[in-house]
């Protein structure tokens, strides 16, 4: 049975920094294609940034120079680096395996 488990999210003030990570179980991980995805209240969740198993890295527009995904392929393990976090950064962050399995969320704060 897959297994996402993500932590790392919490209260930052505008123009910190905040590193996700999410740890994979049950899969073999380095096969599939992982994400990052994140949604505000009321609003629907929208991609954040993806990785393939090769490494290749795609954003959306609006974290593109703040943010960077990577993943440990021996740990089963992708990160999200959050760095310029503004108050819309503001959203529980979710991890996507294989475009299909889903972990619980972390929520990310960015206030003053």
């Known amino acids: 049975q897959v297994q996402l488990v993500e932590s790392g999210g919490g209260l930052v003030q505008p123009g910190g920094s905040l590193t996700l990570s999410c740890a994979a179980s049950?899969?073999?991980?380095?096969?599939?294609?992982m994400g990052w995805y994140r949604q505000a209240p009321g609003k629907q969740r929208d991609l954040v940034a993806l990785?393939?198993?090769?490494?290749?890295?795609n954003y959306a527009d609006s974290v593109k120079g703040r943010f960077t995904i990577s993943r440990d392929n021996a740990k089963k393990t992708v990160y999200l680096q959050m760095n310029s976090l503004k108050p819309e950064d503001t959203a529980v962050y979710y991890c996507?395996?294989?475009?299909?399995?889903w972990g619980q969320g972390t929520q990310v704060t960015v206030s003053s």
């Open positions: 996507n395996l294989g475009l299909k399995f």
């Open positions: 049950g899969t073999i991980f380095s096969a599939y294609v």
């Open positions: 990785i393939t198993s090769s490494g290749s890295t």
